[in-house]
């Protein structure tokens, strides 16, 4: 068991339900003593929000060799008393220098070096789209008295399509083309209806205002293959024009 202090949560992916029927959240995090984290399983209600700094007590995941991953201490038997303890939040400044940081060119150096997780800043974003997601199951109707305290959070198996993005990390790179795991985008698909690409919009891709990371992971069953975790973005502090890819992508969502 190890105490850590000053955890920065940086992206929390879309619910998942468990066997046992727990429903469970994967978070990326960063710790100056140990970079990217992953903490899994995490309860969908523990409160946390990407740039905020909390304490736990966390332990190694035995089913999960990867050596990013962690536990939540107590994940098993102390499930329903779970906790951290938060903080405050970074500011903006403090988020830029975290990301500047730890940033890495390519996903595919990530995969080099056997790593699971990385931030990586891209090119060229070339399109959003979605796709039928494999794992919809038609939603189960549940009697109020019976519902469990996590029963209001949607998990991936509910929806029909999910969010892809294809993009290329530098001139040289191939181009990725991966699943978007990032748990606001379904939170916008669940609240809304017909209006699915304006999470384009909600990440400001087409905003020559901004730049962007991607935060992505690999899967613990397939390691090199990615997924992006979270979709990262700073105002610039100068305004430039839009680029091809970028006007490219605002008439592929029209």
């Given at each position: 068991m190890i105490h850590l202090t000053d955890i920065i949560c940086l992206g929390l992916a879309v619910p998942e339900q468990i066997s046992d029927g727990r429903k469970t959240v994967?978070?990326?995090?960063?710790?100056?003593?140990?970079g990217l984290i992953r903490i899994y399983p995490c309860r969908v209600d523990m409160g946390l929000c990407r740039w905020q700094r909390f304490s736990a007590y966390i332990e190694r995941n035995p089913k999960d060799t990867r050596y990013e991953s962690f536990k939540l201490y107590g994940s098993r038997d102390g499930w329903d008393s779970l906790s951290v303890s938060a903080k405050g939040?970074?500011?903006?400044?403090?988020?830029?220098?975290?990301?500047?940081?730890?940033?890495?060119?390519?996903?595919?150096?990530?995969?080099?070096?056997?790593?699971?997780l990385g931030i990586i800043k891209p090119m060229d974003i070339l399109s959003v789209w979605y796709e039928r997601n494999p794992l919809y199951t038609k939603p189960k109707q549940h009697p109020m008295a019976l519902?469990?305290?996590?029963?209001?959070?949607?998990?991936?198996?509910?929806?029909?399509?999910?969010?892809?993005?294809t993009y290329r990390c530098h001139l040289n790179c191939k181009g990725h083309n991966q699943t978007i795991l990032e748990w606001g985008a379904y939170e916008w698909l669940r609240k809304t209806s017909g209006d699915e690409y304006q999470i384009i919009e909600n990440w400001r891709l087409t905003d020559p205002q901004y730049?962007?990371?991607?935060?992505?992971?690999?899967?613990?069953?397939?390691?090199?293959?990615?997924?992006?975790?979270?979709?990262?973005?700073?105002?610039?502090?100068?305004?430039?024009?839009?680029s091809l890819k970028q006007q490219s992508l605002l008439e592929y969502a029209a």
């Open positions: 994967c978070m990326a995090a960063y710790h100056e003593d140990l939040v970074l500011r903006r400044d403090e988020r830029i220098a975290l990301v500047d940081k730890i940033k890495t060119t390519c996903v595919s150096d990530i995969n080099t070096s056997r790593l699971s519902m469990k305290s996590d029963e209001w959070a949607a998990t991936k198996s509910d929806f029909p399509f999910h969010p892809r993005m730049e962007h990371f991607l935060l992505v992971g690999n899967q613990a069953q397939h390691r090199n293959s990615f997924l992006v975790i979270n979709v990262l973005w700073f105002k610039r502090q100068q305004a430039e024009s839009p």
